[in-house]
Antibody, heavy 116, light 107 residues
């Protein structure tokens, strides 16, 4: 069965970096894009961008350029989201989702908390 | 960029009621619209794609329709397990913007 399993919660200080993983199983990893979605506490879903799992080419939404990096390790069917220079406003749950137009499978979410 | 709006932002209805949520795109997106259900503390779940196609395993009380740039999610008979926030999303091209959400609870 298709699964996306994300890494566990992280607690970081401002200025630090974090890397969230999203491991796919149950399907051929390179046949679907991986998208990333942020949800700040009590807020809605915010599309961050996507990565082409065939080419590794990332596309970032406005507001997610510079400090945010999407990457892949296709040998282990895993996508990564790295955030550098963490700020308090980065505190959120980050989701990965398998995408072919719509998102039919989602990871369970990774809570990143940024606090001094 | 195309903007997505939803109405209402929240609603309260009785078990068995028919519930309708509307999503409007600021420009045409053909049928490239999906609906998701998110329960507290959980990842979103795909309900409807291509505006009106029910995802496998989703109860038939959920349905989607379209009129131009207006899209509707209907729950034909609200059940207690339907308490959740519902989001629409444009799926035609980047940015794949979500609507702001509609919170549904039981009266």
């Amino acid at each position: 069965q298709v699964q996306l399993v994300q890494s566990g919660s992280e607690s970081k200080k401002p200025g630090a970096s974090v890397k969230v993983s999203c491991k796919a199983s149950g399907y051929t990893f390179t046949t679907y894009a991986i998208n990333w979605v942020r949800q700040a506490p009590g807020q809605g879903l915010e599309w961050m961008g996507w990565i082409n799992t065939n080419t590794g080419n990332p596309t970032y939404a406005q507001g997610f350029t510079g400090r945010f990096v999407f990457s892949l390790d296709t040998s282990v069917s895993t996508a990564y989201l790295q955030i550098s220079g963490l700020e308090a406003d980065d505190t959120a749950v980050y989701y990965c989702a398998r995408a072919h137009l719509h998102y039919d499978f989602w990871g369970q979410g990774t809570l990143v908390t940024v606090s001094s | 960029d195309i903007q997505m709006t939803q109405s209402p932002s929240s609603l309260s209805a009785s078990v068995g009621d028919r519930v309708t949520i509307t999503c409007r795109a600021s420009q045409g997106i053909s049928t490239y619209l999906a609906w998701y259900q998110q329960k507290p503390g959980k990842a979103p779940k795909l309900l409807i794609f291509a505006a009106s196609t029910l995802q496998s395993g989703v109860p038939s009380r959920f349905s989607g329709s379209q009129s131009g740039t207006d899209f509707t999610l209907t729950i034909s008979s609200l059940q207690p397990e339907d308490v959740a926030t519902y989001y629409c999303q444009k799926c035609n091209s980047a940015p794949f913007t979500f609507g702001p959400g509609t919170k549904v609870d039981i009266k």
